[in-house]
């Protein structure tokens, strides 16, 4: 279970880094 909330939080992670960057581009 603290395994999944890790993935989770990773992935929720890498999917803001891929905003800001996105953001910065444009």
């Known amino acids: 279970m603290f395994k999944f909330i890790s993935f989770l939080c990773f992935?929720?992670?890498l999917s803001y880094?891929?905003?800001?960057l996105i953001?910065?581009?444009?």
Do not use: G, M
């Open 11 to 13: 992935v929720c992670f």
């Open 17 to 20: 880094y891929v905003i800001v």
């Open 23 to 26: 953001s910065l581009l444009n």
